[in-house]
């Protein structure tokens, strides 16, 4: 592949972008590439900047510092000023409150973006039923929005989004105001349009789950940085540092002090391995749940206490400190009910741990 056809490729990029609200820096550079019919997933913790991402890329807002570009086209350059409002960068948008019109019959807020694009009536309608067929919602085209339910309303928006076939489609935490059950559902159903359609799509969330099920890359974002930028099963394999795996919720996360030939949970009595088992330098590791298997307490096991415990479908998972390090917190898979006070000892697959250096760059 040459490098003009891999440019060309590229369906959205941001380049060096940052924002500064006042003095404070909101975003603070940012590097990323997405390629034609991918979905990249902002993903982070309240306040990390992943919506302030996503109105720079929509036109909502100009950058500080850096360029966006979508399909080639430079649509925000600092640098000279140059600004393409939302309307002329093809998008279509979902947010988390659906916005929908409430005078507006069903199909007239599909046919919305049409209208402003001047489409003729005949060729409105069609594309509205076929975006509404999309969403498994043809048969409440004049229907108001207020007799549908949450994921009704919800499905309404994305039809509004996809009608007019942008190029790129972005979407706010669409999922947020639905309750766990319909969530869930609803994640599948738009990774199947997403796929159905070949739609190039960013999508804001603080969900992990959502984003590794819908994304093909996922940007984890803190304090206005890309923490980590990698497709779900490099993120899963390989967290960059113990702030993506913990927020990944991977597993454990402990500090280890390598003294007296061992290697011991803090400045615990606690010992998880000998020193020449971890590599030198290692400041903390990351010790997934499937690296542990519980059972009863004995001599060559860790003995730990159950602080909760709930359940998820394939068993219990079950938060445990350990005893003599009680500031480590783990998480094991038990086949049974484990309570609150329980004792439990746990076996640690040590080929399974990952470490992170001091420097927070993982050992390889
Ligand atoms: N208009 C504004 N003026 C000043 N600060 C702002 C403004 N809008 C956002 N911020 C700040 O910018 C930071 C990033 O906000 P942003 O909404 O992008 O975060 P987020 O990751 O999307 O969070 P959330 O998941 O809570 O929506 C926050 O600290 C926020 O307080």
Same mark, same amino acid.
């Given at each position: ?10 369906? $959205? ?35 990390? /900047? ?6 720079? $890329?929509? /036109?909502?807002?100009? @950058? ?13 350059? *600092? ?26 019959? +069903?199909?007239?807020? $599909? ?29 409440? +085209? ?11 309303? &919800? ?31 609803? $994640? ?82 606690? *010992?998880?391995?000998?020193?020449? &088992?971890?590599?030198?330098? *290692?400041?903390?590791? #990351?010790? @997934? ?9 004995? @001599?060559?096991? #860790? ?28 998480? +094991? #898979? ?31």
């Amino acid at each position: 592949m040459t490098i003009d056809s891999l440019k060309s490729n590229v369906a $959205v990029s941001a380049a060096g972008l940052e924002l500064h609200y006042g003095a404070t820096p909101v975003l603070k550079g940012i590097d990323v590439a997405l390629g034609q019919g991918k979905t990249l997933a902002l993903l982070g913790p309240s306040g990390c /900047g992943k919506t302030t991402l996503l109105r720079l $890329v929509a /036109g909502l807002l100009a @950058p500080s510092k850096g360029s966006v570009s979508i399909a080639g086209q430079v649509v925000a350059d *600092a640098a000279n000023g140059t600004f393409a409002p939302p309307e002329k960068r093809n998008l279509g948008m979902v947010f988390q409150d659906y916005a929908l019109w409430p005078h507006m019959t +069903v199909g007239g807020n $599909v046919s919305f973006p049409l209208e402003m694009r001047g489409i003729g009536r005949t060729e409105r309608e069609q594309r509205t039923m076929h975006a509404l067929e999309r969403v498994g919602l043809s048969a409440y +085209v004049g229907r108001r929005p207020s007799d549908l339910s949450g994921g009704q309303q &919800q499905r309404v928006a994305i039809a509004r989004a996809i009608v007019a076939e942008p190029q790129l489609i972005l979407f706010d935490e669409p999922l947020s105001n639905l309750d766990r059950e319909l969530r869930e559902n609803m $994640v599948g159903e738009l990774a199947e349009l997403i796929a159905s359609l070949g739609l190039t799509a960013i999508y804001v969330t603080h969900d992990h789950s959502e984003a590794l099920t819908l994304a093909d890359q996922v940007a984890v974002m803190r304090g206005g940085l890309i923490e980590q930028l990698a497709s779900p099963d490099e993120l899963v394999a390989k967290p960059a540092t113990p702030e993506v795996a913990d927020f990944l919720r991977l597993g454990g996360i402990a500090e280890l002090q390598n003294r007296d030939a061992c290697w011991f949970f803090g400045n615990s009595d606690v *010992a998880l391995m000998r020193a020449d &088992q971890g590599p030198a330098g *290692a400041r903390s590791i #990351l010790i @997934p749940v499937a690296a542990i298997t519980p059972g009863e307490i004995q @001599p060559d096991r #860790l003995a730990a206490s159950v602080l909760r415990s709930q359940f998820r479908g394939d068993g219990h998972l079950a938060t445990v400190s350990l005893i003599g390090a009680d500031q480590v917190e783990l998480q +094991v #898979l038990s086949r049974y009910k484990l309570k609150p006070g329980d004792g439990v000892g746990l076996s640690i697959d040590l080929d399974q741990v990952r470490w992170f250096e001091n420097s927070n760059h993982p050992h390889p």
